[in-house]
């Protein structure tokens, strides 16, 4: 099971940092990821790191302002969202991978969190 926690509301400019705690197993050999929907918009791929945090990566439209981490010794995720923008406004959902490596597409991630709500205001 994933729960993801942290959302809230922020003016444009303000930070916010997500966090995913993982239990069941879903987390050591997994890498994680986050996700965002907007209203009316399909859920969209944010940033994702590899089991063992080797590797990052995160959409053009965040790079720069939001770094997602781990922390295998606690199974917990991160995403530090600097900066935010108003079009940053979604429920942000933590996933794990089906596998270790560097994944995107929502069909790659097996288990998902339940979505905190960040709003962004101008």
């Known amino acids: 099971q994933l729960q993801a926690s942290g959302g809230g509301s922020v003016q444009a400019g303000g930070s916010l940092r997500l966090s995913c705690a993982a239990s069941?197993?879903?987390?050591?050999?997994?890498?994680m990821g986050w996700f965002r929907q907007a209203p009316g918009k399909a859920r969209e791929f944010v940033a994702v790191i590899t089991w063992n945090g080797g590797m990052t990566y995160a959409v053009d439209s965040v790079k720069g302002r939001f770094t997602i981490s781990r922390d295998n010794t606690k199974n917990t995720v991160a995403l530090q969202m600097n900066s935010l923008k108003p079009e940053d406004t979604a429920v942000y959902y933590c996933?794990?991978?089906?596998?270790?490596?560097?994944?995107?597409?929502?069909?790659?991630?097996?288990?998902w969190g339940q979505g905190t709500l960040v709003t962004v205001s101008s």
């Open positions: 996933a794990a991978a089906r596998g270790p490596y560097y994944q995107t597409r929502p069909d790659s991630f097996v288990s």
């Open positions: 069941g197993g879903f987390f050591d050999n997994h890498a």
